[in-house]
């Protein structure tokens, strides 16, 4: 589908130039190549992984053990705390600020109806 033009692409992704592709490091041109032999190095990563696989098997058996579950507990109580993003007395300031913004802004509604009823009635 695709023209190759003086070793470039017509027509295909965005980024594709006469020459090859146009990126600002030079090196990824030649990454490209070694791509081709990337991929049968993936083959063997995808050995690699069943390897892995077998190693997940291997600690989810470890899992069974009353003490691993309750460290997987604390680790995922002590990831809440990391976050941390807001500490209990700074979650009241900014709900009381937010509710007292909304009060200010509701009874100010309500005096600027109860305002133009008045005047409404006087003139």
Sequence with gaps: MDE???????????????GGRDDDDD????DDD??????????????DDD????DDDDDDDD????DDDD???DDYDDDDDDDD???????????????NVC?????TVILTLNVNTVFSKCF
């Design 34 to 47: 070694d791509d081709d032999d990337d991929d049968d190095d993936d083959d063997d990563d995808d050995d």
């Design 63 to 66: 899992d069974d053990d009353d």
């Design 71 to 73: 460290d997987d507990d």
């Design 103 to 107: 009060l200010v802004s509701r009874i």
């Design 51 to 54: 390897d892995d696989d077998d």
């Design 4 to 18: 190759w033009i003086e070793g470039g692409r017509k027509g295909g992704r965005e980024g594709w130039r006469e």
């Design 85 to 99: 993003d807001f500490d209990d007395d700074e979650v009241a300031y900014i709900l009381t600020k937010h509710t």
């Design 27 to 30: 090196d990824d041109d030649d």
